[in-house]
């Protein structure tokens, strides 16, 4: 389900959460909890999904799941995303130790480009 590098537990921080932690299974069950500076009731939050992780090319990958707030999980610590009129997909880089988040984004009646991705500055390590 995920490639053995990436089981564990990833640690970071980003812009928006002072700690964020990331357990990822051999099965695909990703658990994230992040604790986000300027939340106003609940600062902690943890999502659990399950997840497929899929190759797209070298180091980058996507996550295939049909779970509902799987972004919460998979995209540690990061939060706002959303818009009209487009499909977002959570991937990540897999690099040198350390967990990028990234996204693809396209139009609703395209397919992705998954040469194409926005990423976050943010990098996790184990």
Not at 18 to 38: E, H, I, L, P, S
Not at 45 to 67: C, I, L, M
Not at 73 to 96: D, R, S, T, Y
């Amino acid at each position: 389900m995920v490639p053995e590098e990436l089981v564990g537990t990833w640690t970071g921080t980003t812009e928006i959460a002072k700690d964020v932690q990331m357990t990822v299974a051999a099965d695909g069950t990703v658990t994230t909890t992040a604790n986000f500076y300027q939340a106003d009731l609940n600062p902690v939050r943890t999502a659990t999904t399950k997840a497929k992780a899929v190759q797209a090319s070298g180091n980058v990958y996507y996550w295939e799941t049909d779970e509902p707030g799987a972004f919460d999980a998979l995209l540690p610590g990061i939060a706002g995303l959303g818009g009209a009129n487009m499909k977002v997909k959570a991937g990540f880089i897999l690099e040198e130790g350390h967990y990028t988040p990234i996204v693809f984004v396209t139009g609703l009646n395209e397919d992705f480009d998954y040469s194409k991705y926005n990423d976050f500055r943010v990098s996790l390590t184990k």
